[in-house]
Structure formats: structure tokens, C-alpha cells
């Protein structure tokens, strides 16, 4: 499975990105996907999860109400709307899957990775 994440880039505080995932395929019905993001200098935190069937999401508590975890089913694509955005928020963003169908929030129990893309907020 290969994920292909994209969207990122650079926005003042106050605005708005959304990134997308896209998947190669979905060759396990119970996948679980996510996205974590990695600042300089620090340890790959979760941001969001979705589980693909039924749609079931989390979050953590520092985007909760400003970030919202999607995907197309049609599309083998999910979403990362970010809202409100932080100069905290600035980091690499990884989407990440596993087919346990458990919805992990350590990135250590995700098997398959996309390359990351940038998100930079400014002040």
C-alpha cells in the first residue's frame, strides 16, 4: 500500500489548508487511517484518525474543534481540513494506515507511510 500525502504549504495564522492522502489501494477492509505530524526537534504526535468503515473519528485535544478527518471512498482519499491555524501547527505532516482496524493513536503501530508534506504557519 503506498500513501501519497499532499496539500501542505505555507499560511498565516487565522487561515486554512486542507491536505489530502491518497492511497495506492485498500487491500484490507478494516484499515484505520491517520494523520500525525512531526516538529523540529520533537517526537511524531497524532493529530487525527478516521476508521474507513463507518467513519468513526478522533482527535487530539490540541485540534479538536479546528482540524476535521474525512474520506472518499470513491477516491481511496482522506482529508485533513485545518482550520484556525497555529504557529504550533507548523510541522511535517505524515498520513499513516494499518489494518487492524483499531484505532491507535501512537504512530508505532502504523505499518504503512506517506512521504509528508510541510505545514508552516507563520505569526
Known amino acids: 500500500v503506498q500513501l501519497q500525502a499532499s496539500g501542505g504549504g505555507l499560511v498565516q495564522a487565522g487561515g486554512s489548508l486542507r491536505l489530502s492522502c491518497a492511497t495506492s489501494e485498500r487491500t484490507f477492509s478494516n484499515v484505520v487511517m491517520g494523520w500525525f505530524r512531526q516538529a523540529p526537534g520533537k517526537e511524531r504526535e497524532f493529530v487525527a484518525i478516521?476508521?474507513?468503515?463507518?467513519?468513526?473519528?478522533y482527535y487530539a485535544d490540541s485540534v479538536k474543534g479546528r482540524f476535521f478527518i474525512s474520506r472518499d471512498n470513491a477516491k481511496n482519499t482522506m482529508y485533513l481540513q485545518m482550520n484556525s491555524l497555529k504557529p504550533e501547527d507548523t510541522a511535517v505532516y505524515y498520513c499513516a494506515a494499518n489494518g487492524d482496524g483499531l484505532a491507535y493513536t501512537r504512530a508505532d503501530r502504523y505499518d504503512y507511510w506517506g512521504q509528508g508534506t510541510q505545514v508552516t504557519v507563520s505569526s
Open positions: 478516521i476508521v474507513w468503515i463507518g467513519g468513526t473519528t
